[in-house]
């Protein structure tokens, strides 16, 4: 009686074997050529930059888009009530196109012009501050270790260089980048579009994927996980980005009733460094502070300093609270070290979604320590004996 030959988790010996090996020598040759690896995936990733780029849109209108679709869907005209998700989308993306418009057109004007200003009259600025300032020499410390080296800084920028033949060959460059960027953006705009229309169907397709290749147990994880990585992600990318912009208009505001030059500008840099927990804000309200004293002196620095302190305490305990509805469950600790390890691998974009992700890390973590427990529990009152 001929017997069937030794087999290893369902498979053939020799078959099992000779796998083993070819993802070994795989794995070797991924290692061995890593440079080119990261080389391709970093092409790949610049090819599918707009598709990714539709993908975060549509991540960040999905909450607008579904809140107007649910008011027409229980409106009275039967056109609105029939075209709800279409109409949602156009009126959102509509929006969104034109508040890009305005802000090229008004405001990306006024801060160039405010940073090229600052740059030719910095020298004048600083020679200001020495000269009508009695009481500098009492802080030698900002002058030579803080105010000096960005002033050099920026004189010793070479301004001749900037037009040789390869300087405008780099430009060229850069504008053909430009142009890159813009036909990207419309793109991602448009994938954005069909992700959002067509999000029922794509979410359907998730669900039966992970019902398929996962058990049980592992489906009902998925479910609950992406869930809630959803809702945590919504939250948090709305509501800095609308804090970013209440806070840089406030700002503005606020620097412009005081006076303080490139108020504008200095408020933007608030806002945007505001989108980074902790460490943004310390940023850009230093950067701004320095600039204020070079442009206005001590005393409207001092100012400035107060009230932008005072603003952001107001926007950390009332605004961003109100705008996120309720609190990542994250101590401030974390949030610290998710921004610092977020931004040490992966740059602003890490420092910026490093929180979120370190939220749902911590929710996945918990569950399983969770789970730990109560099976220990179950196993000690299974097997009292064992105490």
């Given at each position: 009686?001929?017997?069937?030959?030794?087999?290893i988790?369902?498979t053939?010996?020799?078959?099992?074997?000779v796998?083993?090996?070819?993802?070994l020598?795989?794995?070797?040759?991924?290692?061995d050529?890593?440079?080119?690896?990261?080389?391709?995936?970093?092409?790949?990733?610049?090819v599918?930059?707009?598709?990714i780029?539709?993908?975060?849109?549509?991540?960040?209108?999905?909450?607008?888009?579904k809140k107007i679709?649910?008011?027409?869907l229980?409106?009275?005209?039967?056109?609105?009530k029939k075209?709800?998700r279409g109409?949602?989308i156009?009126?959102?993306?509509t929006?969104v196109?034109?508040?890009?418009?305005?802000?090229?057109?008004?405001i990306i004007?006024?801060l160039l012009?405010?940073?090229?200003?600052?740059?030719?009259n910095?020298q004048?600025y600083?020679n200001?501050?020495?000269?009508?300032?009695?009481?500098?020499?009492?802080?030698?410390f900002?002058q030579?270790?803080?105010?000096k080296?960005i002033?050099?800084?920026?004189?010793?920028?070479?301004?001749?260089?900037?037009?040789?033949?390869?300087?405008?060959?780099?430009?060229?460059?850069?504008?053909?980048g430009?142009?890159?960027?813009i036909?990207?953006?419309?793109i991602s705009?448009?994938c954005?579009?069909?992700?959002?229309?067509?999000?029922?169907?794509i979410?359907a397709f998730?669900?039966?994927?992970?019902?398929a290749?996962?058990t049980?147990k592992g489906?009902?994880r998925?479910?609950k996980?992406?869930?809630?990585g959803?809702?945590i992600f919504?939250?948090?990318?709305?509501s800095?980005?609308?804090d970013?912009?209440?806070?840089?208009?406030?700002?503005?505001?606020?620097?412009s009733?005081?006076?303080v030059k490139?108020?504008i500008?200095?408020?933007?840099?608030?806002g945007?460094s505001?989108l980074?927990?902790?460490?943004g804000?310390i940023?850009?309200?230093?950067?701004?502070i320095?600039?204020?004293?070079?442009t206005g002196?001590?005393?409207?620095?001092?100012?400035?300093?107060?009230?932008?302190?005072i603003?952001?305490q107001?926007?950390?305990n009332?605004?961003?609270?109100?705008?996120t509805?309720?609190?990542?469950?994250?101590?401030p600790?974390l949030?610290m070290?998710?921004?610092?390890?977020?931004?040490?691998y992966?740059?602003?974009?890490?420092?910026?979604?490093?929180?979120?992700?370190v939220v749902?890390?911590?929710?996945?973590?918990?569950?399983y320590?969770?789970?730990?427990?109560?099976?220990?529990?179950?196993k000690?009152q299974?097997?009292?004996?064992?105490?």
């Amino acid at each position: 009686m001929k017997t069937d030959k030794p087999k290893i988790l369902g498979t053939k010996k020799w078959l099992y074997w000779v796998s083993i090996g070819v993802v070994l020598i795989a794995v070797y040759k991924l290692i061995d050529n890593f440079k080119g690896i990261g080389t391709w995936i970093s092409n790949l990733l610049s090819v599918l930059a707009p598709f990714i780029g539709g993908i975060l849109i549509a991540y960040i209108l999905y909450t607008p888009c579904k809140k107007i679709e649910n008011k027409l869907l229980i409106s009275k005209n039967k056109f609105l009530k029939k075209h709800a998700r279409g109409t949602s989308i156009t009126i959102v993306i509509t929006f969104v196109i034109a508040i890009i418009a305005w802000f090229m057109t008004f405001i990306i004007p006024t801060l160039l012009n405010s940073i090229y200003d600052l740059i030719t009259n910095v020298q004048t600025y600083y020679n200001a501050v020495i000269t009508d300032s009695p009481d500098f020499t009492i802080t030698p410390f900002i002058q030579d270790n803080i105010l000096k080296p960005i002033v050099d800084w920026i004189q010793n920028m070479d301004f001749e260089n900037l037009f040789t033949i390869d300087r405008i060959k780099d430009y060229l460059s850069s504008a053909m980048g430009v142009v890159k960027g813009i036909v990207n953006i419309f793109i991602s705009l448009i994938c954005s579009v069909y992700i959002l229309s067509q999000r029922t169907r794509i979410i359907a397709f998730i669900n039966r994927l992970a019902r398929a290749t996962l058990t049980e147990k592992g489906y009902a994880r998925f479910n609950k996980y992406f869930s809630n990585g959803n809702g945590i992600f919504f939250r948090y990318l709305s509501s800095q980005m609308l804090d970013g912009i209440v806070v840089a208009i406030i700002t503005s505001i606020a620097m412009s009733i005081m006076g303080v030059k490139y108020s504008i500008l200095l408020g933007t840099l608030i806002g945007i460094s505001n989108l980074i927990p902790y460490f943004g804000a310390i940023f850009g309200v230093g950067i701004s502070i320095i600039i204020t004293l070079l442009t206005g002196g001590w005393e409207q620095a001092l100012v400035m300093a107060f009230v932008v302190i005072i603003l952001q305490q107001i926007d950390a305990n009332l605004i961003n609270p109100r705008i996120t509805s309720s609190s990542l469950s994250v101590s401030p600790l974390l949030v610290m070290f998710s921004v610092t390890i977020g931004g040490a691998y992966f740059g602003m974009i890490g420092m910026f979604l490093g929180v979120p992700v370190v939220v749902l890390l911590k929710a996945i973590i918990e569950d399983y320590i969770d789970e730990r427990i109560k099976d220990k529990e179950v196993k000690k009152q299974k097997n009292p004996q064992n105490d």
